[in-house]
């Protein structure tokens, strides 16, 4: 194989984490009628790692997987089962033949891989559920493969593992093309066999996170070497999470004169760690592993990358001038924020288009609004390195001595609109008709009222116990909400609370005086509410104990009767305050039927 290309793409799922590998053939077919050989191309592996997604990033993910990169994938990677990792696999209905993760279920042939420090605290919801699902069903791959996807082991995780386990995971992706896919720590254990996590919580008893078992890994060809770790947790303190970053980055390039797996092999490009949260990426990482550029995917409802890591860049690239931060998924930064003065400040190290500070008649901004993803492109051709075309629509930074290119790809003008026609389930079905005398709006504001009171209760809650996540909750949720929250003083953020959840509602639903006096529907048409509000206000009225009065006239039309056990904050359900048993990480646990999700978009 003479020609041979890498790309890893960093989709915009909005808030989470999905990055494809793509390796290529390229042939040049000489045509009689021109001087010039055409060339063509023939996929030879495709991976894709993590497929996260909030508000509308299944959706977004979908559109650009369906855009540009059709077909089922040879592996997916999980790195570990968080919703934002993990809920587009069967959200956005991905199909795959091979899949890598922390195991702890049975697979498709009945096997159950029993990792050796579980999988976290909160991580077996119903996204993991339909994750677990995915895994098990069996797919049409083209139209003469039909199978069940196929597990690859990771022999060094195993409760009972030997010393014949131990040793790093190796995936060549696509026969002889040399790029090897290379597994260095999973599940808090290192390749070496070190249980890292496991020593840890010997000396410091607390909850396991999901993401102190994330799987890290490096893409490796040539002298080209690409990082990638899920939300692998780094936190020194060890007060939110373990530490489990600095022993793997200690074992990949320990002090002389030891030698490890990247003892003088530098990091190419380092796709940071947990969307840029201070509890990772320390500056030992950094200083050690040399990364020439590092890819943000950033989560705006977390409020990551946070000031902290930003301020950690900056110090590595007063040492490291030269290299580059790139920001993907959508990130909107005001200049009251933090993280404003903290991206001013790497202002130069940030790839040229990528991020834009403008001002407006009241505000300042930064953001990377414009730019839909960024992929890195590698090619290497009878042996030599060789630079690739510029795509339309896109700015190309070049790095001729590492041999590898940046690529920005513009966001297109109508990407919103084609997002919107493609995430259908959260376009939440608001058919319910009912009587106003058995459940009025002062019933029903009354009602919102109370889970106002409750939001704020969570959201105090997560300042005093950092292991809680109340916001996480309420984004996953009622997605219309953060923005009200984040611009609102607290003295007033029940008033703007009950405020905005009353307008979705009047904006859903209109009283109709002339028979019986029944509320109604506004219709498809009139409804000019965004899926993410069209989700918030359906959750707000479904399965919630805070709505009694309109739960009971559910059930008085005898569709959808309300069962108090299965509310997603009653006793028995998801209940979102610390000490209940699945109040630690939250997650949606709730939603409606397939019935019940609208076919069409605003």
Same mark, same amino acid.
């Given at each position: ?41 023939? !996929? ?89 699902? =995915?895994?098990?069903? !069996? ?62 919580? =010997? ?6 996170? @999901? ?79 040399? @990364? ?189 909400? @953060?923005?009200?929250? =984040? ?76 069962? =108090? ?10 209940? @979102? ?26």
């Amino acid at each position: 194989m003479a020609d041979i290309s890498l790309e890893i793409h960093h989709l915009d799922v909005r808030g989470g984490d999905a990055t494809a590998i793509i390796v290529k053939q390229h042939h040049a077919d000489h045509n009689m009628d021109s001087e010039e050989p055409e060339e063509t191309e023939t !996929e030879l592996y495709r991976v894709l790692i993590d497929a996260g997604a909030e508000g509308s990033g299944s959706g977004a993910l979908k559109y650009y997987l369906k855009r540009h990169l059709k077909g089922p994938f040879d592996l997916v990677v999980a790195t570990h089962y968080h919703q934002d990792h993990i809920q587009g696999f069967s959200q956005a209905k991905i199909k795959f033949k091979k899949f890598l993760d922390n195991g702890s279920y049975k697979d498709a042939d009945g096997t159950q891989i029993i990792p050796k420090n579980d999988i976290g605290k909160g991580a077996r919801t119903k996204i993991f559920d339909n994750y677990v699902t =995915r895994t098990q069903t !069996e797919m049409v791959f083209s139209s003469d493969e039909k199978a069940k996807p196929t597990r690859v082991p990771i022999p060094f995780i195993k409760k009972n593992s030997t010393p014949a386990d131990v040793g790093p995971v190796e995936i060549e992706l696509g026969t002889g093309t040399g790029i090897k896919l290379i597994i260095y720590a999973a599940n808090g254990v290192l390749a070496n066999g070190t249980d890292v996590l496991g020593n840890l919580s =010997r000396q410091k008893r607390k909850a396991i996170s @999901p993401n102190d078992v994330s799987l890290a890994m490096v893409i490796e060809w040539g002298n080209f070497r690409y990082l990638t770790m899920g939300d692998l947790s780094g936190d020194e303190d060890q007060t939110s999470y373990y530490d489990i970053e600095k022993p793997l980055v200690d074992y990949l390039v320990p002090a002389p004169p030891k030698v490890g797996p990247l003892t003088n092999k530098p990091i190419t490009v380092f796709k940071a760690s947990h969307h840029g949260s201070e509890f990772s990426n320390q500056s030992h990482l950094l200083k050690t592993l040399q @990364p020439d550029s590092i890819i943000v995917c950033c989560n705006l409802q977390k409020q990551v990358p946070s000031p902290i890591f930003l301020e950690r860049l900056s110090e590595y690239f007063k040492e490291n001038d030269g290299s580059k931060v790139v920001f993907t998924n959508t990130m909107k930064v005001f200049k009251q924020d933090d993280r404003y003065t903290g991206l001013q400040g790497i202002a130069k190290s940030i790839v040229p288009g990528n991020v834009e500070f403008e001002a407006g008649d009241d505000e300042e901004l930064a953001s990377n609004l414009k730019m839909k993803c960024a992929v890195i492109r590698r090619r290497v051709k009878d042996g030599k390195v060789v630079m690739q075309k510029s795509p339309e629509k896109a700015t190309v930074i070049s790095n001729l001595d590492l041999g590898y290119d940046i690529v920005l790809m513009e966001r297109d003008a109508d990407d919103a609109n084609q997002v919107a026609q493609t995430v259908r389930f959260t376009s939440y079905a608001l058919t319910t008709v009912w009587p106003n005398i058995s459940c009025g709006q002062a019933e029903i504001v009354k009602g919102f009222e109370e889970q106002a009171d409750a939001m704020i209760r969570w959201l105090a809650n997560d300042e005093e116990i950092k292991e809680t996540s109340g916001f996480d909750y309420l984004s996953e949720h009622y997605p219309a909400l @953060p923005r009200v929250i =984040r611009e609102s003083e607290s003295d007033v953020l029940k008033e703007a609370l009950v405020q905005k959840m009353t307008a979705m509602f009047t904006a859903s639903f209109s009283l109709d005086k002339t028979k019986d006096w029944v509320w109604k529907p506004t219709g498809k048409n009139n409804n000019n509410l965004t899926s993410d509000e069209k989700k918030t206000i359906f959750n707000l009225l479904w399965y919630n104990y805070h709505q009694p009065v309109w739960n009971l006239s559910y059930r008085r039309s005898g569709r959808n009767p309300y069962v =108090r056990e299965k509310a997603w904050n009653a006793a028995a359900g998801t209940n @979102p305050e610390p000490g209940s048993k699945s109040g630690m990480k939250r997650v949606a646990e709730q939603g409606p039927t397939e019935r019940k999700k609208r076919r069409t978009s605003k």
